[in-house]
């Protein structure tokens, strides 16, 4: 079984940022893709930010040029760094490892920019 966690979310003000991580353990015998999605009330789940197994990176008009993706394949992380966050980047952020075409999921973590 694999689990993924996320951390680091908290409340921001706007214009400020956030650093995420996502940690996977378990039975994971090599280097996946991994994405952040993000799902804010009353909305449907969204892609925020991926990155394949060999470390390329892929971003939606909405995050490209203020978030991050990164991996740190030693201790099996997946970081988001986010910066320039505005209230409609508030929601609920998951961490999505792909291992061998299967979706393993975190709990999420919530991210809230107000001020």
């Known amino acids: 079984q694999v689990q993924v966690v996320e951390s680091g979310g908290g409340l921001v003000q706007p214009g400020g940022s956030l650093r995420l991580s996502c940690a996977a353990s378990?039975?994971?015998?090599?280097?996946?893709?991994a994405g952040w999605y993000r799902q804010a009330p009353a909305k449907q789940r969204e892609l925020v930010a991926y990155i394949s197994s060999d470390g390329r990176p892929s971003y939606t008009d909405l995050t490209k040029g203020r978030f991050t993706i990164s991996r740190d394949n030693a201790k099996n992380t997946v970081d988001l760094q986010m910066s320039s966050l505005q209230p409609d980047d508030t929601a609920v952020y998951y961490c999505?490892?792909?291992?061998?075409?299967?979706?393993?999921w975190g709990q999420g973590t919530q991210v809230t920019v107000s001020s």
């Open positions: 999505d490892l792909v291992v061998e075409g299967y979706d393993f």
């Open positions: 378990g039975n994971i015998f090599g280097i996946y893709p």
